[in-house]
Nanobody
Framework: EVQLVESGGGMVQPGGSLRLSCVAS????????MSWVRQAPGKGPEWVSVINTAGGRTYYADSVKGRFTISRDNAKNLLYLQMNSLKPEDTALYYCAKLSRLYEPPKAPTYDYWGQGTQVTVSS
């Protein structure tokens, strides 16, 4: 059974930082591109970042480019999202997601499994 469990969310002031983690199980983690997706209240899901299997290629939405960094540890089945210079508009539920196939931009990523999400709130 595929499981994705996120952690690391919380409340932070604008300009602050958070590091999200996702532990994966039930599949060969190192064989799949992985992603972070977020959903703000009243809005649809928004793709945030994708990382390829080996971690050598990363992709970011324009809204987070230069502020967020995605990484992975294939030995520990862990996916990370380092978020710096956080803004109120980054407030959302953040999901770790497994891509169903290789990510080929500019096509949109497709997912087959999601975690339960971790809440990030940026507010003064």
């Amino acid at each position: 059974e595929v499981q994705l469990v996120e952690s690391g969310g919380g409340m932070v002031q604008p300009g602050g930082s958070l590091r999200l983690s996702c532990v994966a199980s039930g599949f060969t983690f190192s064989s799949y591109d992985m992603s972070w997706v977020r959903q703000a209240p009243g809005k649809g899901p928004e793709w945030v970042s994708v990382i390829n299997t080996a971690g050598g290629r990363t992709y970011y939405a324009d809204s987070v480019k230069g502020r967020f960094t995605i990484s992975r540890d294939n030995a520990k089945n862990l996916l990370y999202l380092q978020m710096n210079s956080l803004k109120p508009e980054d407030t959302a539920l953040y999901y770790c997601a497994k891509l169903s196939r290789l990510y080929e931009p500019p096509k949109a990523p497709t997912y087959d499994y999601w975690g339960q999400g971790t809440q990030v709130t940026v507010s003064s």
